[in-house]
Structure formats: C-alpha cells, structure tokens
C-alpha cells in the first residue's frame, strides 16, 4: 500500500515519536488554536476531547488552507479525567499547580483521554480513546522532586507516563499509547479507513 504523508496538527514530541515509530509518514504544521474557548460538557471527557482537537484542526486550516490542499490532516488533545474532581485536567499552569494535580491522583485511579480529528479531503474522522491509570500512594517527597525535575510542566495531568512519572503507574488498562498522547492503533485503523 502506498503511504501518503499526513500533517500531524500538534507540537508535541511524543505524538511526533509514536508516528515515527509507527512508520506513519507526516510533518509537523502548527497554528495557534484557543482552547480556552471550547467548554467542558459535564460528565462527558470524550466529546470535550475531540471538540478540542476539531479546534485544533480548524485552526490549522484557516491559517494554512492553501497550502494544506488535500493533505491529510492529523490533530490530538488529550487530558486526564476523574469523575471526583469534576473538571478534566490538562497541562499545569506552574508547579504549584503540577503538585496539586499529582497529589489528587496519588493513590487513585483515573482516565487519559485522547480525542482525534482527521480530515481528509471531504472526509472526516473523529474519535476519542480512553484508558484507565492506577497511581501508587506518593509521598510529598516524591512529587517535589518530579515537578522539580520540570517533566510534568508541559503533559496533561502533570505527569509523563513514558518519562519520570512511570515508577508512579500500578496499573494500566487500555492502550499506553492513549497514555502518552495518541492512540496510534485506532489512529492507523482509521488511516486505512479512510484509503490513506
């Protein structure tokens, strides 16, 4: 099958690696999306998710239509949702705030969601993927000196599966990928889907 080159509508390094790795051939194009304006519907990660990632993708089209044409195009968010705290939690906003995060999952278990968008042409794809995440009981120690070390400040969640955070994980039910920012299988079976 030949592979044709997709836009990955992100900046983030680990969903760049998980294409890599998964021989998906893509470049990077980013434009400034405001996700601040996309309201969280209650109870509902998912939709929220994917509403996040759909902005992401408008962006990138308004800004860059011309020079996008038919190329496929490829946008994530994610972020980490526990019913008992009500609102999802995405990037830290300081370390203050990156311990908070990790002191409300310690000990607990609670779910990474990745919403999806790939327009292709008049085609689109939207979805979002959840995964389930045990953290082991941390200490105040444990979390001063992971924010300390600065990998939690730019992941959803306050925390780096894949990186500094992975001696927190106990448990993990659904894809790691999902975990880390893009749920590469379902990614690749849409791809297909869609004759890409």
């Known amino acids: ?10 900046a983030s390094p680990r969903r760049h690696e998980i ?3 998964a021989h998906i051939p893509h470049r990077v194009l980013t434009a400034p999306a405001d996700e601040g304006t996309v309201p969280f519907p209650a109870g509902d990660p998912g939709e929220y ?23 496929p195009v490829l946008s994530a968010d994610t972020v980490v949702w526990s019913p008992a705290m009500k609102q999802p939690l995405g990037k830290p ?3 203050d ?4 995060m990790l002191s409300a999952l310690s000990g607990k278990t609670h ?11 008049e085609q689109e794809s939207a979805f979002a993927v959840s995964t389930e995440v045990r953290f082991r009981d941390l200490t105040a120690e444990e979390i ?14 306050a925390y780096g599966y894949q990186s500094g955070a992975c001696v927190f994980v106990e448990e993990i039910r659904g894809d790691y990928y999902n975990v880390v920012g893009l749920p590469v299988c379902r990614v690749a079976e849409e791809l297909m889907r869609l004759g890409i």
Do not use: C
């Open 1 to 10: 099958m030949h592979k044709t080159e997709i836009i990955l509508a992100s």
């Open 19 to 21: 294409l890599t790795l």
């Open 49 to 71: 998710v994917i509403e996040l990632a759909r902005l992401k993708n408008d962006a990138l089209f308004a800004a860059y239509r011309a020079q996008i044409g038919d190329t």
């Open 93 to 95: 906003r300081d370390a």
């Open 97 to 100: 705030d990156a311990r908070q």
């Open 111 to 121: 779910e990474v969601w990745t919403g999806v968008v790939i327009r292709a042409g």
């Open 144 to 157: 001063d000196e992971y924010v300390n070390s600065g990998d939690p400040l730019d992941k959803a969640g």
